[in-house]
């Protein structure tokens, strides 16, 4: 099983990110805020905290996770299935990335906004139905708006690989166990414990992840301080099957600047990415 990476691989996921772009009208989340999930944190419990092997999803086991088949599976949950996600990141005292991200069949929806903890904010809100994107950007106080052709199904892989790099941190830092068995909405699911991370002189280290019998990682959350500054990474998901993604409040405005010569077909600019810990490392532009 794929289980660790090279320190340099460690090194580039703190920094590198597949972004697609989201805005939270009225700012970011407040870093006090915890995800709203449907973690069976208040589920029944079963106290033995013993595991047959045929107990864990393919890519599981009570002591390690393959990587690559948790991708797999968590990907195309987020990519086909009606479902709600959050993600959060803390970098170093002010600098942050927080996601958001709403999808069903016909419509999806995926806010990011990012502060590199020092000038450069950027925050990004994609909606798309049918076969129209529809986009809000904001850069340090300018918002534009714009609509284009676009695809559900591209959108959502897009934001699903966006959304799975906070996971893939958390994995690829942190080092887990299986504990026990949880229950939630009915369904059956192992809830693994932080037991400590590969990297050097962190303290304070806290964290869990739960995933379902499916092999689909449906929460984690890693925590840290190394050289004073706490590192934060959480993940959610949510079902949203009985709802459908309702449009933003400022889609009039990005659809008076729709530019219907647009080719659905044309080539997407490049993944962004994030600031990393490197002062005044530059934001380039979101999709």
């Given at each position: 099983m794929a289980r660790r990476v090279s320190a340099a691989t460690v090194i580039a996921l703190l920094v590198v990110l597949a972004g697609c772009g989201g805005i939270v009208p009225g700012g970011p989340a407040s870093p006090a805020e915890s995800p709203p999930t449907d973690s069976p944190s208040n589920s029944s419990v079963t106290p033995d905290e013993t595991f047959a092997d045929d107990e864990f999803p393919e890519g599981f086991s009570r002591s390690e996770i393959d990587i690559t088949t948790a991708r797999e599976r968590s990907v195309a949950y987020l990519g086909t299935q009606p479902v709600s996600g959050v993600a959060l990141e803390r970098f170093r005292p002010g600098a942050y990335a927080d996601y958001q991200y709403e999808a069903t069949a016909t419509r999806t929806r995926f806010r990011l906004d990012v502060h590199n903890g020092y000038s450069d904010v950027t925050r990004s809100d994609i909606y798309v139905d049918s076969r129209v994107r529809y986009s809000r950007s904001g850069r340090n106080g300018q918002v534009s708006f714009d609509a284009t052709n676009g695809s559900v199904a591209e959108t959502r892989l897009r934001a699903a690989d966006s959304m799975w790099a906070v996971v893939s941190h958390v994995l690829t830092v942190g080092e887990f166990r299986a504990v026990?068995?949880?229950?939630?909405?009915?369904?059956?699911?192992?809830?693994?414990?932080?037991?400590?991370?590969?990297?050097?002189?962190?303290?304070?280290?806290?964290?869990?992840?739960?995933?379902?019998?499916?092999?689909?990682?449906?929460?984690?959350?890693?925590?840290?301080?190394?050289?004073?500054?706490?590192?934060r990474f959480e993940y959610a998901l949510s079902s949203r099957s009985d709802r459908e993604v309702v449009p933003p409040a400022w889609l009039p405005a990005a659809n008076s600047n729709r530019t219907s010569e647009t080719d659905s077909n044309a080539k997407l600019p490049p993944l962004a990415h994030l600031p990393g810990s490197r002062p005044g490392h530059a934001i380039p532009e979101l999709f």
């Open positions: 026990r068995t949880v229950w939630a909405d009915g369904e059956r699911r192992i809830r693994y414990v932080v037991t400590g991370v590969v990297v050097q002189n962190a303290t304070a280290v806290e964290g869990h992840l739960i995933v379902d019998e499916e092999g689909v990682i449906r929460e984690t959350q890693l925590r840290y301080v190394r050289a004073g500054e706490p590192k």
